[in-house]
């Protein structure tokens, strides 16, 4: 009896044993028999935000092959060039060729750590889940300049340069001390009304950079935006109102009264910089006290005024965003979108600019 159940335990271990090896030999591996290819219609994009659903790039793949009938999943693979795809994101392949507009890229690049304003490295593969293994194409890189959507700002801004200037000749984007001319009605017609000292100076475009540049041409009055322009000269300190056409390349540059009032604060107050009952201070100029400034504050969607003293016996306004000439009494100053902007304000005239800061 005890030889038969050793014979009978033999016998079924056995046959488990041959079951198991038969489902190991019909156990097929599966290869990738043909890696896929992927390939863009650019690799140097720069994004557009004013063309938001506007095509970006354009991607185009070979599917991988196998050795065996499976079903696949295709998608895009993004990453910062250099961390071997860590934090990557994925977009579905649904089909080829496929694009993405200037905000979703924008979206997914931003997403990934990139700079805005930045020429940024971003490596494409196409990757493709089988289960859980995954498979992987060849890698492109893309130099993706990215934006910061923000307000739409369609202005140019000049900047003034010089040692007759609050900012010196220090060209460095690290400058705080820039002040910019006056926006007119008129495309490249601007004003300045203030101070200037014994020296010289030019009109830049953005702080850190000599391209563009006005300075003086052949004669006095006439511009000129060659690297070798001339400075236009003060010979006496003083106030004066310069006024310039980028369009004409001409100016006229001449002294007014000195200021009569001055203002122990100016402030913006109202929904865009808080509420109707905070003042948020803006700097006196040390270089001219009747020119005040808030750098990189963080505005609302909403309306403000400027006003003196913390008091409103004296307030300016009107119904104009982002630059023009606020009068006492005069209307609020509406602001649009929430962001973070540099705001200038002139005593003596009443002007004002509102310029994000992207």
């Given amino acids: 009896m005890k030889n038969f159940f050793k014979i009978f335990i033999i016998a079924v271990a056995g046959f488990f044993l041959v079951v198991s090896c038969e489902k190991d030999e019909d156990q097929a591996i599966l290869n990738e028999a043909t890696q896929s290819k992927i390939s863009t219609n650019k690799t140097t994009i720069v994004l557009d935000k004013t063309q938001l659903d506007s095509e970006a790039v354009s991607f185009t793949w070979l599917k991988s092959t196998f050795n065996l009938t499976v079903v696949s999943k295709p998608q895009i693979e993004l990453g910062i060039k250099g961390t ?3 934090e990557s994101k994925l ?10 507009t ?21 490596e494409v593969r196409l990757k493709t889940s089988v289960g859980k293994a995954s498979f992987y194409s060849n890698v492109i890189t893309l130099a993706v300049t990215p934006y910061i959507l923000g307000p739409v700002y369609n202005y140019t801004d000049l900047y003034l340069i010089g040692d007759a200037t609050a900012a010196g000749w220090t060209n460095e984007a690290t400058n705080t001390k820039f002040l910019p001319l006056q926006k007119e009605a008129t495309a490249g017609v601007y004003s300045y009304t203030g101070y200037f000292a014994k020296g010289g100076f030019k009109m830049i475009k953005t702080p850190g950079s000599w391209d563009t540049q006005y300075g003086m041409g052949g004669a006095t009055g006439i511009l000129s935006s060659s690297g070798s322009s001339g ?3 003060v010979d006496v300190a003083g106030y004066y109102k310069l006024t310039i056409n980028t369009n004409a390349l001409t100016y006229t540059f001449g002294p007014i009264a000195d200021p009569t009032v001055s203002y122990n604060a100016i402030s913006m107050i109202g929904t865009a910089s808080g509420d109707w009952n905070t003042d948020v201070d803006l700097q006196k100029s040390t270089f001219d006290p009747h020119i005040w400034v808030k750098k990189n504050a963080t505005l609302n969607s909403g309306e403000f005024k400027f006003r003196a003293d913390h008091d409103w016996g004296t307030s300016w306004g009107v119904a104009q965003e982002f630059y023009g000439v606020a009068i006492v009494g005069g209307a609020n100053i509406p602001l649009t979108t ?4 540099d705001a200038y304000f002139n005593d003596i005239t009443g002007e004002f600019s509102v310029i994000p800061v992207f």
């Fill in 84 to 86: 071997n795809f860590k």
């Fill in 231 to 233: 400075d236009i000269k």
């Fill in 338 to 341: 929430a962001f973070k902007y």
């Fill in 102 to 122: 200037n905000s979703q890229l924008n979206t997914l690049a931003m997403s990934l750590g990139a700079v805005a304003n930045t020429v940024n490295e971003i």
């Fill in 91 to 100: 977009v579905d392949a649904i089909s080829s060729p496929s694009s993405l």
